[in-house]
């Protein structure tokens, strides 16, 4: 299986700061990569598929890129609503590995 | 409205066995490939199966395989997750998501664009 690896495992950030998550393929996947948002006690919400493709409802401050081994999911500029737990997910083969998380707390 | 809604989730003592079900709707269900996907306490997210719109395709975890079956029922836009010899490793919120295929730069792609809130499995004695 391919395995995804995400740094940092968590961040501490300030409303307003640009925040950037990473996320390390362990073969290359092409651009096959999601990233998802969770809160405590919510259903996961999709927020970019293909690497940068933002899905629809997503506000434009989330932003995506990458291919190969090596992506990265920017948020611009930190809302409230955005401290929540953000993981990575393959699609390049079944089955769709995610990374570990990474948790994105209010400094 | 694309609506997934899980339930089935209890404590069950080790060794024992639950039934999970998904129930859809707002979409064409027999169109889509479901998955269960799970989230341990305190872990991250770890996909657990899959079945595509037929039945035809098929997907375990290496972590579930021999121990859990998963079903769907068309008529009834109901996937269900029949898991037996339950271990303490598998206390974990359950969720189902549907997997939507998407276009982008003339190539496809899927992701799990809808998820249900979960229901929590608690095994332990």
């Known amino acids: 299986d391919i395995q995804m690896t995400q740094s940092p495992s968590s961040l501490s950030a300030s409303v307003g700061d640009r925040v950037t998550i990473t996320c390390r393929a362990s073969?290359?996947?092409?651009?096959?990569l999601n990233w998802y948002q969770h809160k405590s006690g919510k259903a996961p919400k999709v927020l970019i598929y293909a690497a940068s493709s933002l899905q629809s409802g997503v506000p434009s401050r989330f932003s995506g890129s990458g291919s190969g081994t090596d992506f990265t999911l920017t948020i611009s500029s930190l809302q409230p609503e955005d401290f929540a737990t953000y993981y990575c997910q393959q699609s390049y083969n079944a089955p769709g590995t995610f990374g570990q998380g990474t948790k994105l707390e209010i400094k | 409205e694309v609506q997934l809604v899980e339930s089935g989730g209890n404590l069950v003592k080790p060794g024992g066995s639950l039934r999970l079900s998904c129930a859809a709707s707002?979409?064409?269900?027999?169109?889509?490939?479901i998955n269960w996907v799970r989230q341990a306490p305190g872990e991250g997210l770890e996909w657990v199966s899959s079945?595509?719109?037929?039945?035809?395709?098929?997907y375990y975890a290496d972590s579930v395989k021999g121990r859990f079956t998963i079903s769907r029922d068309n008529a009834k836009n109901s996937v269900f997750l029949q898991m037996n010899s339950l271990r303490a490793e598998d206390t974990a919120v359950y969720y189902c998501a549907r997997e939507g295929g998407y276009y982008y730069q003339s190539s496809g792609y899927y992701c799990f664009d809808y998820w249900g809130q979960g229901t929590p499995v608690t095994v332990s004695s």
């Open positions: 707002g979409f064409t269900f027999d169109s889509y490939t």
């Open positions: 073969q290359s996947i092409g651009n096959y």
């Open positions: 079945i595509s719109g037929s039945s035809r395709y098929i």
